[in-house]
């Protein structure tokens, strides 16, 4: 059971570049999540998904966009990357908004 | 608003010993709370919950913790820390009424070091 996944692991995007972070689910999972962590500042919610068709935006939106491509797929698009996003993105999952999460193991952004 | 405040970015402890980590909330709406684990390079993992039903609440790998309404904290505690116990730990509360998860707010994590 895979659970979370997200590729790509790793990135490395010049400033101006786009790139779309992709994840998937296998849980039947019907809300789907994007978080960036930064040291010291915790994890922040960027947008969520609380059922297929549907999105929302958490607390750190700007510069992104999401797409709920079905219910298993949740991808994150960076159209013009900058350097203050360079983070560890996360993805996760659950039941529902009531649920606990599952987190995948993270994509490693750096951009310079 | 809602607001998560852990105090201690580092914490250190000897195998064998208690572990306390401290989480202290503000909410406007009665809160859901949660604690979560981060092993090195993995995703957060759900330790335990607190959603109201008991203020005791008791978690995975023998942790727990206890909702103290009066001091506002969710404080997490382990009676003996094993080296497993090696990992960054997140306090979070649910930012708007009830237990949606969809809308968490974390604290900035303790990290958690366990000495031989």
């Keep these: 059971n895979a659970g979370v996944t997200q590729t790509p692991k790793f990135q490395v995007l010049k400033t101006g570049q786009s790139m779309t972070l992709q994840c998937a689910q296998d849980m039947n999972h019907n809300s789907m999540y994007w978080y960036r962590q930064d040291p010291g500042m915790g994890l922040r919610l960027i947008y969520y998904s609380a059922s297929e068709g549907t999105t929302d935006k958490g607390e750190v939106p700007n510069g992104y966009n999401v797409s709920r491509l079905n219910k298993r797929e949740f991808s994150l698009r960076l159209e013009s990357a900058a350097p203050s996003q360079t983070s560890v993105y996360f993805c996760a999952s659950s039941e529902g908004l009531y649920s606990p999460l599952h987190f995948g193991n993270g994509t490693r952004l750096t951009v310079t | ?116």
């Design chain 2, 1 to 116: 608003a809602q607001s998560v405040t852990q105090l201690g970015s580092h914490v250190s402890v000897s195998e064998g010993a208690l572990v306390l980590l401290r989480c202290n909330y503000s909410s406007s709406v009665p809160p859901y709370l949660f604690w979560y684990v981060q092993y090195p390079n993995q995703g957060l993992q759900l330790l335990l919950k607190y959603t109201s039903a008991a203020t005791l609440v008791k978690g995975i790998n023998g942790f727990e913790a206890e909702f103290k309404k009066s001091e506002t904290s969710f404080h997490l505690t382990k009676p003996s820390a094993h080296m497993s116990d090696a990992a960054e730990y997140f306090c979070a509360v649910t930012r708007g009424y009830g237990g949606s998860q969809g809308n968490l707010i974390f604290g900035k994590g303790t990290k958690l070091s366990v000495k031989p």
